[in-house]
């Protein structure tokens, strides 16, 4: 069994933003979970009786592989939310002064710093599918 904790604890460890440490500890656990179970929908990879879970557990021992991977889809859902932001797209469209250019640089760092976590998750879950279909094989 694997507890969510050590999943969110590893996302949480990725990221820099102090709202979480605002948050009550009900509503962060909210968030956290809606991030994870978000996660697990696009780690089509693992089996599916490895994705079942009850409460806050994970019903199999995930490795520490699958918990990284899960922890950085987790932080590609958390840019998602400042990329898509509706500031930040009127701050492309209709932008020219310095000021705004600097807010649209930002946004250009924050795309590419989701791109490079999606090609590490993608590495990540290509070596994972390597490995455990040679695995199958030997069984």
């Known amino acids: 069994m694997t507890e969510f904790n050590l999943i969110y604890d590893k996302f949480l460890s990725k990221i820099t933003d102090f709202s979480y440490a605002q948050l009550d500890k009900e509503t962060l656990e909210e968030d956290l979970k809606r991030k994870l179970i978000q996660a697990l929908a696009y780690f089509t990879q693992l089996d599916d009786e490895k994705a079942e879970y009850v409460d806050n557990v994970f019903m199999s021992d995930l490795t520490v592989l699958e918990q990284e991977i899960l922890a950085n889809l987790m932080v590609i859902n958390h840019l998602d939310k400042f990329i898509v932001s509706e500031d ?5 469209l209709n932008s020219k002064d310095y000021k705004q250019y600097s807010q649209a640089t930002l946004l250009k760092e924050l795309k590419s710093t989701k791109a490079e976590y999606q090609s590490d998750v993608e590495a ?11 695995r199958k094989k030997d069984s």
């Open 124 to 134: 990540m879950k290509n070596a994972y599918s390597f490995r455990n279909k040679f």
């Open 88 to 92: 930040n797209m009127r701050i492309l």
